[in-house]
């Protein structure tokens, strides 16, 4: 079969970008924390990148896009370690079902998603949980909650379009597909919803920090967390302008729409800010930035440019003020994965029902597709808070979540990785400074 070598150039490129993304989190969560426990924050996202780089290989394809079991999940078998996948069984490449391009790019693309989801996960847990609770967390939450969630929305389960979907049940079928298929274009409910509820199950059961809401805990390097931020921005691009699945006129779309979306959020941040409190900081610039790109996640592909400015500015503004309810209500998401990614996806994903230019409330769609895109951020809402529960509760009546009270007033830098992050040669050995 002859390829379009610009397709699958285009593809491997997305899935280089959104690589990126991962790293680009370690250095955005990793500034917010402070500084004696800024390394343990980078290699959560390091750890997440290293079990789901080799057991999506294994089953993670396969349960993600294997035969349908019941709407739910792909058969983990069915492709076990891509068998199958990349050649037939006359040894021939495998096309993808996306594009005119090798299978094994949406391999590619599909596992760097996987990942980032994962590691957004441990902004909400930051500076005081055991390294290795997370990692087995990290394998079992992909397994039980990312790799079925994808299935129900990518894969042709109970979140799509499917004749069989919730979609389909509400509104019907037409040639086969639902009437009105629910709008996920690159991942609100998959990515954003499923990460940020699971944050806040987390943070919920394990407890805050030592400290908590009686002293100070600033970022200890904001030009850190804007250098993420960047990182995060660009990485993006792979992420919503590479889910058009080829170098194509919907590419261009979601590229401006995405770049539309994160500047309107970050200003609306800012104006919130300044309104409230009086400045306009860095931290909320960086963290506009990245509300306006998790609401435009799953409408990228739908929205025009102008509709785009909307949905970044509600963002924007609605997280800005969704960040200050864990001090009115006691829960300690370290680092605002809850008030970013859980309101941000939520936003993204209802906002589809107004703002999507063929089918949206505000364009004379009506209220159906609304109805629909309600529906699955509910449903994905109840899957992963319960998923993650279950793994929550048995990891912390077994391995147990949190370090020695030492550790974490001392810094779980030291405690964990016997390291710090700032160390200076002086008398012929290594100093190491703990700031707090």
Not at 336 to 352: A, N, R, S
Request: charged share 10%; net charge negative; with cysteine.
């Amino acid at each position: 079969m002859e390829w379009d070598t610009g397709a699958t150039a285009w593809m491997l490129t997305s899935a280089s970008l959104v690589l990126l993304m991962t790293p680009g989190l370690a250095f955005f969560y990793g500034g917010m924390v402070r500084a004696k426990s800024v390394l343990n924050m980078m290699m959560m996202s390091f750890g997440a990148m290293g079990v789901i780089g080799v057991i999506y290989v294994l089953w993670g394809w396969s349960m993600s896009y294997g035969t349908d079991v019941g709407g739910i999940i792909g058969n983990p078998f069915d492709q076990f370690g891509l068998s199958g996948t990349i050649f037939d069984s006359a040894g021939e490449a495998v096309s993808s079902t996306l594009g005119n391009y090798p299978q094994v790019v949406d391999v590619a693309f599909q596992v760097t998603f996987a990942i980032i989801t994962t590691a957004l996960i441990s902004g909400a847990i930051a500076d005081r949980v055991k390294y290795g609770s997370w990692m087995v967390f990290v394998a079992i939450w992909v397994t039980l909650s990312y790799f079925p969630l994808a299935h129900m929305v990518w894969g042709g389960g109970l979140l799509s379009a499917s004749p069989d979907g919730i979609a389909a049940a509400i509104f019907g079928t037409t040639d086969g597909v639902a009437s009105v298929a629910p709008i996920d274009f690159a991942g609100g409910t998959v990515v954003h919803i499923n990460a940020g509820v699971a944050g806040l199950v987390l943070v919920l059961l394990i407890g805050a920090r030592k400290g908590f809401g009686k002293e100070p805990m600033r970022p200890h390097n904001l030009p850190f967390v804007m250098l993420g931020a960047a990182l995060l921005w660009f990485g993006w691009f792979g992420f919503n302008a590479g889910s058009a699945f080829g170098a194509n006129a919907t590419a261009g779309l979601a590229w401006v729409n995405t770049t539309t979306a994160a500047a309107a959020a970050m200003l609306a941040w800012l104006i919130t800010e300044k309104i409230r409190d009086g400045h306009a900081t860095s931290l909320g610039a960086a963290s506009g930035v990245v509300a306006g790109l998790v609401a435009i996640t799953p409408a990228a592909g739908a929205l025009s440019p102008v509709g785009s400015i909307f949905l970044g500015a509600i963002a924007g503004a609605l997280c800005a003020l969704a960040v200050g309810l864990k001090y009115r209500f006691g829960y300690d998401d370290s680092l605002d994965v809850v008030g970013v990614h859980l309101v941000g996806g939520l936003v993204g994903t209802v906002g589809v029902g107004f703002f999507a230019t063929e089918t949206g409330l505000f364009y004379g769609g009506g209220f159906d597709q609304l109805v629909v895109q309600v529906v699955i951020a509910v449903v994905a809402m109840i899957f992963s808070g319960v998923v993650t529960l279950v793994i929550g509760l048995i990891i912390k009546n077994t391995l147990g979540w949190r370090v020695s009270e030492d550790a974490e007033v001392g810094g779980i830098d030291l405690a964990v990785h016997g390291e710090g992050a700032y160390e200076t040669l002086g008398g012929g050995r290594v100093i190491t400074e703990v700031r707090s």
